[in-house]
């Protein structure tokens, strides 16, 4: 079975921190590239980070802030978020791809439609 699952996410104030989790079932896990993706009202989904084939790739907003990482052992991918900022609000999303390509093979790196699996989503709201 497919599945991927988000855990981690909440209500922090401007400057905190929160680590999120993706537990990823053995047919999800991803050889190729895993990402994490945010989506705020009215907006598109957007691509924070992947990471896979040896590279790990960030949309700018994020950079110096957030760190992907993932634990191969335990079939999960995380994602540290220092210094979150208002603008940080969004629900987060994992991914993974279903060709297990490596990241920095993609044309666009940070495009969702790379990503064949996804989860629910956990939402992460910043105050200010």
């Known amino acids: 079975q497919v599945q991927l699952v988000e855990s981690g996410g909440g209500s922090v104030q401007a400057g905190g921190s929160l680590r999120l989790s993706c537990a990823a079932s053995?047919?999800?896990?991803?050889?190729?590239?895993m990402g994490w993706f945010r989506q705020s009202p009215g907006k598109e989904r957007e691509g924070v980070a992947v990471i896979g084939g040896g590279s790990t790739i960030y949309v700018d907003s994020v950079k110096g802030r957030f760190t992907i990482s993932q634990d191969n052992a335990k079939n999960t991918l995380y994602l540290q978020m220092n210094s979150l900022k208002p603008e940080d609000t969004g629900m987060y999303y994992c991914?993974?791809?279903?060709?297990?390509?490596?990241?920095?093979?993609?044309?666009?790196?940070?495009?969702?439609?790379?990503?064949?699996?996804w989860g629910l989503g956990t939402q992460v709201t910043v105050s200010s």
């Open positions: 991914a993974a791809d279903r060709a297990q390509i490596r990241c920095a093979l993609y044309w666009s790196p940070l495009s969702p439609s790379n990503f064949d699996y």
């Open positions: 053995r047919s999800a896990y991803s050889s190729g590239c």
